[in-house]
């Protein structure tokens, strides 16, 4: 059974940095595209950056130039690198892998950004 299974949310304040992890337990082949959707309070999910195979990135037009996207397939493994952060950043972060017949969801990771 696949599970995905994220890491490094927490609380930092306005400007800070952090970098979730997100990498995937059981067996997984040909993962396609792998990427990142916050939920804050009162909102719905959007997407916040996603990566193929290829490495080719998308981002959320909020986002741009402050986080970044990337992989490691050889460990089934997606990053995001999200420096000076705001406080509107604050949200639970899910990660997610798309295969040709499957989508998996991680649990998510509370992201806090006080200002």
């Known amino acids: 059974q696949v599970q995905l299974v994220e890491s490094g949310g927490g609380l930092v304040q306005a400007g800070g940095s952090l970098r979730l992890s997100c990498a995937a337990t059981g067996s997984i082949f040909s993962v396609n595209t792998m990427g990142w959707y916050r939920q804050a309070p009162g909102k719905q999910r959007e997407l916040v950056a996603i990566?193929?195979?290829?490495?080719?990135?998308k981002y959320v037009d909020s986002v741009k130039g402050r986080f970044t996207i990337s992989r490691d397939n050889a460990k089934n493994t997606v990053y995001l690198q999200m420096n000076s952060l705001k406080p509107e950043d604050t949200a639970v972060y899910y990660c997610?892998?798309?295969?040709?017949?499957?989508?998996?969801w991680g649990q998510g990771t509370q992201v806090t950004v006080s200002s």
């Open positions: 990566i193929t195979r290829g490495s080719s990135t």
């Open positions: 997610t892998f798309g295969t040709s017949g499957m989508s998996y």
